[in-house]
């Protein structure tokens, strides 16, 4: 099996806990407060991170969109300045990093620019996201590479061909790999969750499973074909404004996914055949032995 990352104080891969990571992302829809109830959601339920977005509006939006107008929460306003609303700065994230130690989360983002890659670099975070949209960014995957921190790569809406590009540039040593559907939310025949293993042959790295469905049931599946990391979206309520609430887990359903994920590596055990303390009394009291 591929060897373990490491990421911050916690270890990834076969054998190691299921490493949870709740995205926050953009559902604190620009404000603090939510932001922090948010953390508190990931923390209170077993989380062992949680990721958000980072992005320099003016070189993700394109061109043709910047001037596009959309209704929002805060009135009409173009596409560009709704995306400077949501977006945080310094000081948001000084408080999300003071904020987290305080709650004994690790925290990250998915860049989405090589500038913002220097701007979390500020903050010494544990690892970095390549969110699946950014997969071909070749310039943010070689600032990614530099740091030489560990990295984690989203692989929706990805061809092999374009995995191997990135992987090229990332190289393996210090990567772990999340197979994804980017469709939101994803419907059951498009997990194809047996990618997970042809990853993992693939490549020789940890595989993981970032997920967009509602409910529990695909996430779980994930974990049982050996998914050493498991990604979810988390919101205070699905029918929050913004595009990514509808395909996120509520706080309780946060809570019933890391509780059914514990119970499922217990379960998996080790694949040594034994008899275990509590087959001792039925074996001596039911078995027969005949020649």
């Not at 990834?12 to 926050?24: A, H, K, L, N, T």
């Not at 992302?25 to 948010?38: E, F, K, S, T, V």
């Amino acid at each position: 099996m591929p060897a373990s990352v490491k990421i911050g104080d916690r270890l990834v891969g076969s054998g190691q806990p299921v490493y949870v990571i709740g995205e926050i992302g953009i559902n604190h829809n620009g404000d603090m407060a939510i932001a922090r109830q948010l953390i508190d959601v990931a923390a209170n339920a077993g989380c062992d991170a949680v990721k958000f977005q980072k992005r320099t509006p003016e070189i993700c939006v394109p061109v043709e969109q910047q001037g596009r107008m959309r209704s929002t929460p805060w009135g009409e306003m173009t596409y560009l300045e709704y995306k400077h609303r949501v977006e945080f700065g310094e000081e948001e994230y000084a408080e999300i990093d003071r904020y987290c130690a305080q709650r004994g989360l690790q925290w990250f983002a998915s860049p989405w620019d090589a500038p913002s890659v220097d701007f979390l670099e500020e903050f010494d975070v544990v690892t970095h996201k390549v969110a699946s949209a950014s997969i071909t960014d070749r310039e943010m995957l070689r600032a990614l590479a530099a740091t030489g921190k560990p990295v984690i790569l989203s692989t929706g809406m990805s061809e092999l061909k374009e995995i191997d590009e990135a992987v090229e540039i990332l190289g393996t040593e210090r990567l772990v790999i999340l197979h994804a559907t980017s469709t939101y939310p994803l419907p059951a025949e498009e997990a194809n969750l047996r990618t997970i293993g042809t990853l993992r042959e693939r490549y020789g790295v940890p595989v993981g499973y970032s997920g967009h469905e509602r409910g529990l049931q695909i996430s779980l599946a994930a974990v049982t074909l050996g998914a050493c990391a498991v990604e979810r979206h988390i919101t205070l309520d699905r029918t929050m404004w913004g595009s990514d609430h509808a395909a996120s887990l509520e706080p309780t359903g946060l809570q019933h996914l890391i509780r059914d994920i514990r119970v499922i590596e217990s379960a998996l055990g080790d694949g040594v055949k034994r008899v275990f303390p509590g087959e001792v009394e039925p074996r001596e009291r039911l078995r027969r032995v005949t020649s």
